[in-house]
T-cell receptor
Framework: EAGVVQSPRYKIIEKKQPVAFWCNPI?????LYWYLQNLGQGPELLIR????????DSQLPKDRFSAERLKGVDSTLKIQPAELGDSAVYLC???????????FGPGTRLLVL | GNSVTQMEGPVTLSEEAFLTINCTYT??????LFWYVQYPGEGLQLLLK?????DKGSNKGFEATYRKETTSFHLEKGSVQVSDSAVYFC????????????FGDGTTLTVKP
């Protein structure tokens, strides 16, 4: 069974540019998460989806970050414009339900110059 | 709110040494507890979990027991290998907090031959 797929794996951009990350969850997993992981820290939740509905986006900086999961499967996370402090690893995870074990993708490592 | 506190690293051991990584938590209700492992450049992989008090999770020689009385979930392995070198994250999943997960900051383990 394929795991969570993320792309790109690495991205280098200049500040003020836009950037987008894509995630394909494990087949059949209704719950999808986007996390931010800073160096030397654990993941911090940005947004959680149940199917196509964002049920927890309280930690998403909505002035520059947006996310969508239009058909309840793949998801895209966007930053516009990017700032230097956005340099981090962006992790996508999925689970069979909100109280089930989460499975993580390899992450997208973003560097903003 | 919920929180997870892990033993600070880095931890350096010789091959075949005994490993303990301490983890304590604060949460309302009865969360599930997890250990994840992250190898360089990869996402988090589930190592083991326990869903109720006194449960023992185990996998690949690693073990952790859910201790409600001490709110702890310490990770142990009797004989570490070089291939165990990675970052280990303790996490909880709270059913009383809308299925939100909380992660510790990770403990880096290096095993030398």
């Amino acid at each position: 069974e394929a795991g969570v797929v993320q792309s790109p794996r690495y991205k280098i951009i200049e500040k003020k540019q836009p950037v987008a990350f894509w995630c394909n969850p494990i087949s059949g997993h209704n719950t999808l998460y986007w996390y931010l992981q800073n160096l030397g820290q654990g993941p911090e939740l940005l947004i959680r989806y149940e199917n196509e509905e964002a049920v927890d986006d309280s930690q998403l900086p909505k002035d520059r970050f947006s996310a969508e999961r239009l058909k309840g499967v793949d998801s895209t996370l966007k930053i516009q414009p990017a700032e230097l402090g956005d340099s981090a690893v962006y992790l996508c995870a999925s689970s069979a339900g909100q109280q089930e074990t989460q499975y993580f993708g390899p992450g997208t490592r973003l560097l903003v110059l | 709110g919920n929180s997870v506190t892990q033993m600070e690293g880095p931890v350096t051991l010789s091959e075949e040494a005994f490993l303990t990584i301490n983890c304590t938590y604060t949460a309302t209700g009865y969360p599930s507890l997890f250990w994840y492992v992250q190898y360089p450049g990869e996402g988090l992989q589930l190592l083991l979990k326990a869903t109720k008090a006194d449960d023992k999770g185990s996998n690949k020689g690693f073990e952790a027991t859910y201790r409600k009385e001490t709110t702890s979930f310490h990770l142990e392995k009797g004989s570490v290998q070089v291939s165990d070198s990675a970052v280990y994250f303790c996490a909880l999943l709270s059913y009383t907090n809308a299925g939100k997960s909380t992660f510790g900051d990770g403990t880096t383990l290096t095993v030398k031959p």
